[in-house]
């Protein structure tokens, strides 16, 4: 694939990815987000998956307003778990992705949880406790989207790539 066809690729699917999390915003925790990072990360590679990674956790930041760099290092953390997972551990099922990606679903709020308690100085405790169901919507949103969709835009993707 040449360079430049490759890099309108990966803007197109950064541009998805951030396009679609901020259309599901008034869902709480109801995302694609996922999904689409175990698609990219099976279909692309790692690298290419950071690539992305990287561009929509800067238009995340700077759309909705925080650029901090606290909050901005603990996305690309929480996110960039998945493609280097998906890079050691050889998972090619559907279902075995979607069982990962409720594990990914819940480590993201975790490790997003950090940031809050440094910059807000809110009780960890207190926190997670709060954020427990909106882990589990993350998580189940997670888990369907995966099982239901991963096997036919794996298709897509082979097609047109």
Known sequence: MNKTKEIVILALLAALLFVQEQALTFLPNIQLTVFLLIVYAKMLGYKKTLVIIFVHVLLDNL????????????????????????????VETSMGL?????????????????????????????????????EVLLAMSSFITTLWLYEPCKKVFIKYL
């Open 63 to 90: 759309i909705m307003g925080s650029m901090n760099p606290v909050f901005m290092t603990f996305m690309m953390i929480g996110w960039s778990i998945v493609p280097i997972v998906l890079h050691i551990v050889k």
């Open 98 to 134: 979607a069982l990962l990606s409720i594990v990914f679903a819940f480590v993201y709020s975790w490790v997003y949880i950090i940031p809050n308690v440094l910059v807000y100085e809110m009780d960890f405790m207190a926190y997670l406790m709060a954020d427990i169901p909106f």
